[in-house]
């Protein structure tokens, strides 16, 4: 019997020792090489095709080697024979002898092996292409376009309005992106009753807060950007918005068109205008509608007016500027479209501030810009002055307050073409009131400058700002506090009558 000592232990120990380690050593390996397999194909996006090209190089290379080894062919031939067989397993059908069948056979065996990964590859690549147009991942290549980020309820009735803008121009392009699935979004617009008028409307699921995606909708060719407010809390809303803006002025490309944002609090309208600079108009919904409450209820008729005016379907608010009618008055520019009705001038050394009715002694300036209200930008321009010494009865403009509807109604009797206005209140005044914040972002969505006109009507509401601001006169107070102390001095005399009758009984 053979007695081992304790060095001998010793040793053997540390041989199993090494040979576990180096076991170990294999396991780490194969998995570090299997990590670096995985990486290589996940983060680089020609991984695929390249290891497929890889792998039929090998093949072809190694199949001709083994065929040069076997045959009398030259190492030229050899390669092309195994390529052959690659291409089409049939052909090893012709081979003589048994190691050139047996080499032809492992060719062609690789050779299916590869048309199946590249068949794999091509089947995956189609699925992949097919779902990013289903999720609405591709990128939108247009420019001169509409682009709406979020969406809300008011959707549908923005996309009527700018239908209806487009429809002279033969249909626009309207690109909507918000966070959901674009086939739902699609579905949705669908369903809405109304005609596009050749307007194409493109969906986009993406995050208008990730300038990848702001990109993918090309948002620096697009001609105006509408923000849409979130229902819900219109603080969180109003956030989202700024955030918004934020991150359209940090395109580095620059941004081609103007932003109209819809605010949900007229206080927050500061912060985003600090923003977004010039580039921004911010369409405040609550302070709209209020506005307009305001001003349908103290005049009758106003409501039909604001329809028309706030809309695409009949005559709206158009800024232009016309060399042709520079140094002529006010006066004798009123007489000179005869499709359209001047009604302000945009004067260009005020900063562009928009004055309307001037003095009929003002003269149009070299960069000033005549607003007028017509049917549509390309249906009115302006015509020779009569030359007659009896001109077309131009009614004389007041310079009353426009919540008087002077102005306007002086214009309705001067032109056959504009709409009549109702001594009564029109029942579609709530419908208005509903949909006016709506036509206010498809207005300035159209043009920019249109919220400053709107500015300057809603300004000539003396009352309803001294409403908002607190400053109603004292004089207005004592008399209303007197007419009310009046009636109920009567009624409690009324009612103190009989009393007194049974008293002196």
């Given at each position: 019997m053979k007695i081992y000592g304790p060095t001998t232990q010793v040793e053997k120990l540390k041989r199993k020792s090494r040979s576990s380690d180096s076991v170990l050593e294999e396991v780490l390996l194969n998995k570090q090489l299997a990590y670096w397999v995985d990486v290589f194909l996940s983060v680089h996006p020609y991984a695929k095709p390249l290891a497929l090209l890889v792998a039929t190089l090998l093949v072809i290379c190694l199949g001709g080697l083994a065929l040069f080894g076997v045959t009398d062919d030259s190492l030229?031939?050899?390669?092309?024979?195994?390529?052959?067989?690659?291409?089409d397993s049939g052909n090893h059908a012709n081979s003589e002898g048994i190691g050139p069948r047996l080499v032809s056979v492992s060719i062609s065996f690789g050779g299916m092996l590869i048309f199946a990964m590249m068949l794999g590859l091509v089947s995956d690549a189609i699925s992949e292409k097919f779902d990013s147009l289903r999720k609405g991942r591709s990128e939108v290549v247009e420019q001169n376009h509409t682009l709406i980020l979020g969406w809300s309820d008011k959707l549908g009735s923005l996309l009527n309005q700018l239908a209806i803008a487009n429809e002279s121009l033969g249909g626009g392009i309207v690109v909507v992106m918000a966070e959901r699935d674009k086939e739902e979004m699609e579905?949705?617009?669908?369903?809405?009753?109304?005609?596009?008028?050749?307007?194409?409307?493109?969906?986009?699921?993406g995050s208008p807060l990730i300038?990848?995606?702001l990109k993918k909708v090309s948002v620096p060719k697009a001609r105006a950007i509408v923000v849409l407010a979130e229902d819900g809390n219109a603080d969180q809303s109003d956030a989202r918005a700024l955030?918004?803006?934020?991150?359209?002025?940090?395109?580095?490309?620059?941004?081609?068109?103007?932003?109209v944002v819809e605010l949900s609090d007229l206080d927050n309208e500061v912060l985003v205008k600090l923003v977004g600079g010039d580039l921004v108009q911010t369409v405040v919904a609550h302070d709209v509608i209020g506005r307009l409450m305001i001003q349908c209820a103290r005049q009758p008729g106003l409501a039909q007016i604001w329809e028309d005016i706030l809309g695409f379907e009949n005559c709206e608010f158009y800024i232009k500027r016309w060399p042709q009618l520079h140094g002529m008055q006010f006066e004798d520019i009123l007489i000179s479209f005869p499709d359209a009705i001047p009604c302000g001038i945009k004067v260009a050394s005020c900063g562009g501030k928009i004055i309307l009715n001037p003095e009929?002694?003002?003269?149009?300036?070299?960069?000033?810009?005549?607003?007028?209200?017509?049917?549509?930008d390309d249906s009115y321009a302006p015509a020779a002055l009569p030359t007659s010494k009896r001109l077309p009865m131009v009614n004389q403009v007041r310079r009353g307050s426009f919540s008087q509807g002077s102005w306007i109604g002086e214009m309705q009797q001067a032109s056959d073409k504009s709409v009549i206005i109702s001594e009564i209140l029109d029942p579609r005044t709530k419908n208005l009131l509903c949909t006016s914040k709506i036509m206010a972002l498809a207005m300035d969505a159209e043009d920019q400058q249109i919220n400053d006109v709107l500015e300057e009507l809603f300004a000539e509401e003396v009352f309803f700002c001294e409403i908002l601001k607190g400053?109603?006169?004292?004089?207005?107070?004592?008399?209303?506090?007197?007419?009310?102390?009046a009636i109920f001095s009567f009624i409690v005399v009324c009612l103190s009558i009989p009393y007194l009758y049974v008293y002196f009984e």
């Open positions: 030229a031939d050899c390669l092309w024979l195994s390529w052959t067989f690659v291409a579905m949705d617009i669908a369903k809405m009753e109304f005609d596009f008028k050749g307007t194409s409307v493109i969906c986009r699921s300038l990848a995606d955030r918004t803006v934020l991150s359209l002025t940090g395109v580095k490309e620059g941004l081609k068109g103007h932003i009929d002694s003002y003269v149009l300036q070299e960069d000033d810009e005549i607003l007028v209200i017509a049917d549509d400053k109603v006169s004292l004089q207005n107070f004592n008399r209303k506090f007197q007419q009310v102390h």
